[in-house]
């Protein structure tokens, strides 16, 4: 459609079809006999009327070509203008095939990888009729309280946040959104969503305007300069203002001065829940709140639905806001080339040869392989000698699910698991018990009776537990290595899973404890959404292999990696902390004025555990020995037009050969405001050959070097800085250099 055209159908809709637009509700009610849907479903406490339902611009959550086509015939048999639904989806890692879940994507510190996974899923999900995707979250966590952290790509870090936003987004869209395999991005969460206080999702977020704009704002932005369609807001308040209702977040900055020129979306019920925020008195207030803050879609309150006609009636003027959005939304609709067909890119033929094909299965595979970070690695226990015997225990053992908490569409049949896989491989030296569940009962039924959900009860729990580990310890006792697989729950994982208590689960560590007391090697694959306290485990563990929530590949994966045939290449994107006392902890903090020092007593420092995290930000292990050495400037005065060369010679001591992360942090060490201890300003993942030595560049310039100063002002001062290179973010080889303004 041309845009006159666009235009001309804006001009013949009426108010009501211009507020449907801006509607957005399940679609589940266009298939439902109850002819409008209303009366038992969901939609009921919308109170929509059945007009309405036939004016909403969009649906959620509505999959599979069947279904959309019916969807959207339903639809439009009964819409007066015949403009197509739009089809919006959580596909966060992956639709049939799930890919490692986001946390677990970013610790690939590769682009090109987490652009591949992010293709096949857009292939796969706009095939299924999806329009636009609820995806990437980019915001910043630093938190490992905070459920959601399992979504975030980027981690605790804003470069990374920044580099993986662009990659999604682009892979995502491609350059015509009408083409088959692209769909338009929604990026989440505007804006902080990660730094919810103590970590409880939805929680307050206060932070000064610096700190908002450099580590918080860049990932966004990088998502906007990339072309993102649409951005969704986040639940938590903002410097005291709902962010669905900020005006200054959304006018001022993303608006005016990021320069966002598509669709603002509220998340789920949001403007309804700005009046329990004590925002808004009332419904009718949070729809004149959420229009005057620039919100184009309404999803799942009812709000627009319900109030914006009179908010109309009241003030026409209301109707250039509307049209506005309206705008927007008619212009996506173009662009994704649903006028012309209403189904998109939907096809059940294709569905039928493309979804979980074996090249994307085996691709999936390779990709997956570079999300593991293996965080211990002691006598050199991985990978495993297939000559020994191997006791495989652990609930994650023989078990498919594997996917996450937001796979809620992936075809779990693929899954193997990787006791199938091991006994293929290794036959009858492959031994199998359980050892115990992932949770006990008792505590799942907590987190279900917290939900109002009906509790199940288990007949002598305590005395299967018993039973499981006698078992387990049989089984560990004939073999000469166990491996374990553990790890959280993955109800305990995503969103409303905030936890306090961020260790394993108790009865995984009573199996533990006990199999550690037979003196074998024992090997742990851990499966998790966030960084666990790993503290009180981790001496009785010889080699830790962080997996997360791997996917549908996932146990093939695994398999292979322990047995060699790849090389663990992941790094983490988030510190793990000593304990949850710890959290939040980050790497890139601020120095105190009394640093920790040991044997002094009045220093910033915890009494019970060492100040730094458990495993650093960028730590991760290889089965390759990398020896970092020969770091070199080549000049140690910059002025601001100029570049300074650092390189460092990296050599691969052992006879495997793999990848390595290199990564480059800066410090700058006096500003007009106080700068952190370190930053990450590039890293490169190169090959190495057995033995094989390297030197790996980097230029450092001006931009690297800029921060927003005490008058916010995006700038670089002049002033000593020092420069790291290492393979994570604490084992550095460091020198100085200058800027000076000559
Ligand atoms: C709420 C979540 O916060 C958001 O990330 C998600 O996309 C929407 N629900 C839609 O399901």
């Known amino acids: 459609m041309k845009y006159k055209e666009i235009i001309e159908l804006l001009n013949k809709m009426t108010i009501e079809e211009k507020i449907g637009q801006m509607v957005q509700i399940g ?46 015939d339903e639809y439009l048999s009964k819409s007066r203008l015949k403009i197509p639904l739009l089809f919006m989806d959580d596909i966060i890692n992956g639709y049939k095939i799930a890919f490692p879940i986001p946390i677990a994507q970013g610790c690939s510190w590769n682009t090109k990888a987490i652009q591949k996974m992010t293709e096949i899923s857009s292939m796969e999900s706009s095939i299924a009729g999806a329009n636009v995707n609820f995806s990437p979250m980019v915001d910043l966590s630093r938190d490992a309280r905070w459920g959601r952290v399992m979504e975030s790509i980027g981690g605790e870090d804003p470069l990374l946040g ?83 209702v900020n005006q200054w977040l959304i006018q001022e900055v993303i608006r005016k001065e990021l320069g966002f020129k598509g669709i603002i979306i509220s998340d789920y019920g949001a403007i309804e829940e700005t009046i329990a925020h004590g925002y808004s008195a009332n419904e009718k207030e949070a729809a004149k709140n959420a229009i005057n803050a620039g919100i184009d879609i309404d999803m799942m309150s009812g709000i627009y639905a319900n109030y914006l006609k009179d908010l109309y009636l009241e003030n026409q003027e209301i109707e250039n806001k509307v049209n506005e959005s309206v705008l927007r939304i008619l212009t996506l609709k173009n662009k994704l080339g649903l006028f012309e067909n209403p189904y998109g890119n939907t096809n059940e033929v294709k569905e039928n040869t493309y979804l979980m094909n074996s090249k994307n299965l085996e691709k999936a595979k390779e990709l997956t392989q570079e999300t593991f970070v293996l965080l211990k690695n002691k006598n050199r226990v991985l990978p495993l000698k297939t000559n020994k015997k191997i006791a495989l225990i652990g ?18 049949t693929k899954n193997g698991t990787i006791l199938d896989i091991f006994k293929e491989i290794m036959g009858s030296q492959v031994l199998y018990a359980k050892g115990c569940e992932i949770l006990r009962q008792e505590e799942i039924n907590k987190i279900l009776s917290a939900e109002g959900l009906p509790m199940v009860h288990v007949e002598n729990e305590s005395q299967k537990e018993q039973d499981m580990i006698a078992s387990a310890i ?46 074998k090697p024992m090997v742990l694959i851990l499966f998790n959404g966030r960084p666990v306290q790993l503290s009180t485990i981790e001496e009785k563990l010889d080699g830790i292999l962080e997996v997360w929530f791997p996917g549908t590949t996932g146990a093939k994966a695994i398999t292979e990696m322990i047995l060699g045939e790849n090389n663990p290449s992941g790094k983490l994107t988030m510190s793990f902390p000593q304990n949850v006392g710890q959290c939040p902890v980050y790497y890139n903090h601020y120095n105190t004025g009394r640093p920790h020092h040991k044997n002094l007593r009045y ?64 410090q700058d060490l006096y500003g007009s405001v106080v700068r952190p201890i370190k930053e990450l300003k590039a890293f490169k993942k190169e090959y190495f050959k057995p033995h094989e030595i390297k030197y790996v560049d980097f230029d450092i310039d001006i931009h690297m070097l800029k921060f927003w100063n005490e008058k916010l002002e995006f700038v670089a001062e002049s002033g000593e800085f020092k420069v790291f290179v290492g393979g994570d973010s604490v084992n550095v080889l460091e020198d100085k250099f200058e800027l000076d303004f000559y």
């Not at 439902?32 to 929509?48: A, E, Q, R, V, Y």
């Not at 409303?496 to 037979?518: G, V």
């Not at 020969?630 to 002025?639: S, T, V």
């Not at 390189?647 to 390595?660: F, L, R």
């Open 603 to 666: 220093v910033s420092r915890y009494q019970d555990i060492p100040t730094e995290s458990f495993y650093p930000f960028g730590y991760g292990l290889s089965y390759c020995d990398f020896k970092y050495t020969e770091l070199y400037l080549n000049k140690h005065k910059m002025n601001k037009n100029e570049t300074i060369t650092v390189s460092v010679k990296i050599e691969n001591q052992s006879d495997y050969a793999g990848y390595e992360v290199i990564q480059l942090y800066i």
């Open 27 to 72: 679609g589940d009610v266009f298939l439902s006999d109850d002819t409008n849907g209303m009366l038992t479903g969901p939609l009921k406490n919308l109170h929509l009327s059945k007009k309405m339902v036939y004016h909403v611009g969009s649906v959620l959550n509505i999959i599979g070509a069947e279904k959309v086509k019916k969807v959207q």
């Open 395 to 412: 609930p994650y053992i023989d078990n498919i699910g594997i996917t996450g908490s937001w796979s809620m569409f992936s075809d779990r």
């Open 162 to 244: 920044e580099i993986y936003a662009k990659t999604v987004v682009k892979a995502y869209q491609g350059k015509n959104l009408s083409e088959i395999g692209k769909i338009a991005s929604c990026v989440k969460h505007i804006a902080a969503y990660g730094a919810v206080e103590a970590g409880r999702d939805y929680n307050t977020v206060d932070m000064s305007e610096r700190e908002f704009r450099q580590y918080y704002l860049p990932a966004y932005k990088a998502a906007i300069e990339a072309g993102a369609e649409m951005l969704m807001t986040s639940f938590n308040i903002l410097n005291g203002i709902p962010s669905t």
């Open 474 to 519: 049989q089984t560990a006792k004939k073999a000469d290595v166990i491996v374990l697989a553990l790890g959280e729950h993955y109800r305990q994982t995503g969103e409303a899973c905030s936890r306090s208590n961020i260790s394993l689960p108790e009865n995984q560590i009573q199996l533990i404890n006990k199999l550690y007391a037979l003196s």
